[in-house]
Every structure is written in structure tokens, then in C-alpha cells.
């Protein structure tokens, strides 16, 4: 199949995700790339398409300030951590960052199906939010992807669901960020990736329009379970491929 029809199709998909549940864009653009690329690649164009659509929906709330003075020591985790772990997407070694990447996608899927939700007490956030950013970190700086475990940490503080959406958002942003420092830091992002980067937010941006208009048409829940299951399908394909 083309590469350019893959990416157009990766993108305009990975925004109908995004758009009916508010996540998933990276998610799905680093898991179907990775079929046809090396994640390092998938990455970089993942890159500009997660920045514009997540700081559409970082500026989407009212409570930003606020939000950013109680997690900012997770968001500094998830900065720092990112740097660092690009150095092992930079190396382009598809023989464990592929692997990695599908595990990381079936240990998201796994989890957000079976697992009960968490409820983290106000009095350990201090320690265990820059814990969970760098944690967060080295997993998107090695995989590219940027839930876990972020994702499920964020949904334990309790916060009012338009609080929660715009602090994915914030999570999200800085991740993205992080990760183009990092691969630029390490070397592993050229002007050839970034353009072609630039292309793909307009089919993003036209798969977040078509999700939005599905929304109010679907059932969010049971959209959300098959987005997880064909995320432990694409995954399971991913990890296997070390042992072919």
C-alpha cells in the first residue's frame, strides 16, 4: 500500500478517536505506523498532528492555572524523563523498540479494560506525581507513546471530568514537547520528517471533526472498549514480531 495513503488513513482515523473520546491520537498513529515504519519514524510524524490537536484541547478548559500548580512537578517528571528516554527511540534499534511499543499498548488496553479504577489520597500526590511523570517519560521517550502511566494515574486524582480533559491535555502537550526535543537532541528528527509532520494535521484535524459529529450518534463506552481491544490486537501484532 502507498506509505502516503497509509499516513493520510493513520491520521484521519487517529482523529476520529480523538475526537469521539478525547484521547488516542498518538496512541494509534505510533501503533498502526508501526506496522509500516520503524517507531522513530512513526514518531517524528505522530510529532506536529498530537501538539495541534492537544493544545486544542489543553485550551479547551477554564482551569488551566490551576491545574498546572498541582501538577506541575508530574509535568517537570514527564519533561525530563522524555528527554532522556528518546535517546532508545533514537537509536532505531526496530528490533526491541517495535516490541516495546506494541507492549506498552497491550499493557494500556489490558489495564484500562480489567483494572477497577484507583483513587490516590491529596497527601501522596507531592511524591508519587513526579514518580509517575518520569515513569511516563522513559516510556514515551522509547515507545512514543504517551499514556501510560499517565492515563490512569490522572484519572485516580478525582478531578471533574472537564478538569480531567484538559489535564490530558496538558500531559499530552507537554509529552509531545518533550519528545521532539528529545529526538532532535539526540539527532533522530530531520526537516524531510517535520513536513511531512505539518501534512498530516489536516487529516487529523478532519478525522477530530468527523469523531465529533459521531459522538452524539455512538455509545462512548462501547466505542471506547473497541478502541481498547483493537489496541490489544495491534499491540499483540507489534510484541510478536520479535519472535517471527
Known amino acids: 500500500m502507498d506509505t502516503t495513503f497509509w499516513i493520510i488513513a493513520t491520521f484521519v482515523l487517529a482523529g476520529i478517536v480523538k475526537g469521539v473520546s478525547g484521547m488516542g491520537l498518538p496512541t494509534v498513529a505510533m501503533g498502526v505506523l508501526g506496522l509500516v515504519m520503524p517507531p522513530v519514524a512513526a514518531a517524528s510524524l505522530m510529532l506536529v498532528p498530537s501538539f495541534v490537536t492537544n493544545v486544542w484541547q ?10 498546572w500548580r498541582r501538577l506541575w512537578l508530574m509535568m517537570a517528571g514527564i519533561f525530563a524523563g522524555t528527554v532522556a528516554g528518546a535517546a532508545l527511540l533514537a ?3 526496530a528490533g526491541w523498540t517495535t516490541p516495546a511499543l506494541g507492549a506498552a499498548l497491550v499493557v494500556y488496553a489490558s489495564y484500562t479494560l480489567l483494572a477497577r479504577p484507583l483513587h490516590v489520597p491529596a497527601r501522596l500526590e507531592p511524591w508519587l506525581s513526579p514518580l509517575m ?3 511516563t517519560g522513559i516510556i514515551t521517550g ?12 490522572l484519572q485516580s486524582l478525582g478531578l471533574q471530568r472537564d478538569d480531567l480533559v484538559q489535564a490530558l491535555g496538558l500531559s499530552f502537550t507537554v ?3 518533550a519528545l ?10 530531520d526537516a524531510a ?3 511531512w509532520s505539518a501534512v498530516a494535521v489536516v487529516p487529523a484535524l478532519l478525522g477530530m471533526w ?11 463506552p462501547l466505542f471506547r472498549r473497541g478502541f481498547l481491544l483493537c489496541l490489544l490486537v495491534l499491540g499483540g501484532e507489534l510484541l510478536l514480531r520479535a519472535w517471527r
Open 58 to 67: 489543553l485550551w479547551s478548559g477554564a482551569h488551566l492555572a490551576s491545574l
Open 91 to 93: 537509536d532505531g534499534q
Open 180 to 189: 521532539a526535543a528529545g529526538l532532535v537532541w539526540h539527532g533522530a528528527f
Open 133 to 135: 511523570g518520569v515513569a
Open 142 to 153: 522509547g515507545t512514543g507513546v504517551l499514556v501510560v502511566p499517565a492515563v490512569p494515574y
Open 210 to 220: 468527523l469523531g465529533q459529529m459521531l459522538r452524539s450518534r455512538i455509545s462512548p
Open 175 to 177: 509529552s509531545t514537547v
Open 193 to 195: 520528517r517535520l513536513g
